[in-house]
């Protein structure tokens, strides 16, 4: 259909010319076109002033049709029309300053039949348009609900907003947030609220909290053992998140009739943790107010579980504190806001608080979901493979306003994660901290002086394979790794990889000497424009460094990405505790980049999310190192045939395997 097709390169530099207005241009995945005839409905077909709004726009991660979108809301799963849908914070326009900003909110709406590819609504699907809920429609929850083989009732209970401004910093105004109910039977296409919304008026009257919104309901058998219910009895469970003023951030829990959703009521604030609870880098900080707290019980497959929190945590100390007077702005904003993505496990119970017995969630170990730039994570349990999924917003923080106005869209969705119990057995020790040290992990002890540790598993959901079809699969084998002051750039082990939307999966080996090793994301053919991700073994870091990833603007926040990370050593329960040499656990990285969003796993239990904003629209390769001590000796040992190799730690640094799929995409389109 298209008259003139471009090649990348001359994809790249049309970039840098301004289109006119009136010009109508088709955009497809690897070509850039102009026509004049008639438009598909492909989310990246469009009517544009400029180029820019596809520069860095993502091509197989789920976002808004345009303009500003934040938090996930109402994941779920109709068993009647078997598909997926999601809704998400979505502000179709801009603020009165011509801004793309936080305001107005309302729910954008996507269906999916596979989680990878996606119908996306042109319009907002659920709107302010009510009294009770005039200054938003803020975050919230769905049930579906087949009653007698005909077709799904869809019910979402979300927080209604009539005043404004709402922060944890301000004096907190009841009745400014509420909660309400809303139905759909025509599969979420359109939403009758409830008759009589608000069905809560506010938080309870006992308490002074600094924040009560984002419902979530689910059931719990965990409380429902606490409360002695009645075996086989499901019950659900729903929870506000927010906080007690200047004690603790918390969860709000309630009983939630589940043959009436609009029937809550309140059990007690689950957790008393105080303010900014942090114990440790590699727990985090769990802030002063939370949002979108998710629970959750999860298995490992043997026979355990254990109970989870999710959190969006305000007022996080380990980022600059917003310190204005005037109403706190979400809007793009460097540097990033103070709050974190965190989890907590712990054992519901009752205990005796100020005022009596009431149920209570301790703290047993926790830490931090995303060391990025990823907030606001919603989830549901997904019955079609047994297992929850979560997703989370990525933000734009990163971008300057005037460049975020340019492109006329911010934020998105995070691919879903599988989440679930992490077990591994027979742990004798860390890299260098002390197992007792690392508080995101609880420890049952074995025989000779052995662990067992369990940990949030957390990992790209098995959908996410579908998007390889089609691609390029490139792979490296079995090597050692080249130094990283190595001179000779055409002697280092990379993966061709093309484009800016590729999946990598590799495995590495470290020595016994290795200081660094990692990988280098080429995002020009000389490496001068590079974004690396590494991990330091003396330091126990992982870190994406983004400090040479663009020079488009000098004002885009390329500062490092970190997150405490450690390797396992492991020995075999039969072998006695003095044994010298126990088995080290590999680094296993997968990371997905799409055009300007990198999502990197580190051995399904650290994650970093984060954004980068390449000159150039594609990669010139991932090129694999290491830096070893006394490398010159070791090469001399590898050479003589004395080395030890991977198998005992000695020796370089190695490349157990690594595999790339480039070109990945997703049928992600605009409906009416």
């Known amino acids: 259909m298209a008259s003139r097709s471009l090649s990348v390169d001359q994809g790249i530099s049309s970039f840098q010319r301004k289109l006119s207005v009136s010009e109508k241009v ?38 808004a049709p345009n303009a500003w979108m934040n938090d996930p809301c109402a994941p779920c799963f109709d068993p009647r029309s078997g598909l997926y849908h999601i809704y998400f914070q979505w502000n179709p326009r801009r603020n009165k300053s011509g801004n793309v900003s936080w305001g107005n909110m309302a ?37 579906p609900i087949v009653l007698n083989g005909a077709q799904s009732t869809l019910r979402v209970v979300y927080t209604s907003v009539s005043k404004l401004p709402i922060h944890y910093t301000l004096p907190y105004d009841r009745g400014s947030e509420t909660l309400s109910l809303a139905e759909s039977k025509d599969g979420g296409r359109t939403w009758l609220k409830g008759l009589s919304n608000p069905i809560l008026a506010g938080p309870p009257s006992d308490a002074s909290v600094c924040g009560w919104r984002d419902p979530f309901i689910a059931p719990w058998p965990s409380i429902d053992r606490v409360l002695n219910k009645a075996n086989g009895e499901s019950s659900l469970y729903g929870t506000l998140s927010g906080g007690i003023l200047d004690r603790t951030p918390t969860v709000f829990l309630y009983a939630v009739d589940k043959d009436n959703l609009g029937q809550w009521t309140y059990l007690s604030p689950l957790v008393d943790i105080g303010l900014n609870h942090c114990i440790s880098r590699w727990s985090g900080d769990m802030g002063v107010n939370w949002e979108v707290a998710n629970f959750m019980t999860l298995s490992d497959g043997e026979g355990e579980s254990r109970d989870f929190i999710l959190v969006g945590a305000e007022g996080c100390q380990s980022d600059l504190m917003h310190d204005s007077e005037e109403e706190p702005l979400r809007s793009t904003q460097v540097p990033r806001t103070a709050r974190s993505q965190q989890w907590m496990s712990g054992s519901p119970s009752i205990q005796q608080g100020d005022s009596g017995p009431s149920l209570r969630m301790g703290y047993s170990f926790g830490g931090r979901y995303d060391h990025g730039c990823l907030y606001g994570v919603n989830s549901i349990y997904d019955v079609n493979v047994g297992r929850h999924i979560a997703w989370g917003w990525i933000t734009e923080e990163d971008l300057p306003q005037d460049l975020v106005d340019r492109q006329n869209w911010s934020g998105l ?31 049952t002890p074995e025989p000779n002086d052995l662990f067992t540790v369990r940990t949030l598993g957390m990992s790209p959901a098995t959908a996410t394979q579908k998007l390889r079809e089609g691609s390029r699969e490139v792979s490296v084998g079995a090597t050692s790794l080249p130094q990283l002051n190595a001179d000779n750039v055409a002697g280092m082990i990379w993966l061709d990889v093309r484009t800016a939307r590729w999946e990598l999966a590799a495995e590495m080996s470290l020595s016994e000497t290795c200081k660094m090793i990692g990988l280098a994301i080429f995002h020009n053919q000389d490496g001068s424009s590079q974004t690396s991700i590494t991990f330091s073994p003396p330091t126990e870091t992982l870190t994406i460094d983004r400090s040479a990833s663009t020079d488009a603007d000098d004002r885009i926040n390329t500062s490092a990405e970190s997150a405490p990370h450690t390797l396992f050593n492991f020995q075999d329960a039969s072998t006695s505790s003095s044994d010298p040499s126990p088995r080290q656990e590999t680094l296993h990285l997968r990371a997905f980049f799409d055009e300007s969003v990198l999502e990197v796993f580190a051995n399904d239990r650290t994650v970093i999310s984060t954004r980068v904003y390449p000159s150039q629209k594609r990669c010139y390769g991932i090129h694999f190192f290491s830096d070893d001590e006394d490398e010159d000796a070791m090469q001399e040992e590898e050479g003589n045939g004395t080395g030890g190799g991977a198998e005992e ?10 595999r790339a799929w480039d070109g990945l995409r997703a049928d992600i389109r605009i409906v009416d």
């Open 26 to 63: 088709t955009f497809s995945h690897d070509e850039v076109s102009k026509t004049d005839a008639h438009l598909t409905s492909g989310i990246y077909t469009r009517t544009l002033p400029s180029l820019h709004f596809l520069r860095w726009r993502p091509i197989y991660h789920l976002l």
């Open 107 to 143: 729910w954008g709406h996507a269906t999916s039949q596979d989680l990878t590819s996606w119908q996306v609504s042109a319009q907002p699907k659920l709107k302010p348009d009510k009294p009770y809920d005039r200054e938003g429609v803020f975050t919230g929850c769905m049930q």
């Open 413 to 443: 969705l995070s691919l879903p994660r599988e989440l679930g119990l992490l077990t591994l057995h027979h742990v004798k020790s860390g890299l260098v901290s002390e197992l007792k040290e690392i508080t995101s992990l609880e420890l």
């Open 649 to 658: 730690g000695k020796g370089l640094s190695r490349l157990v395997q690594a």
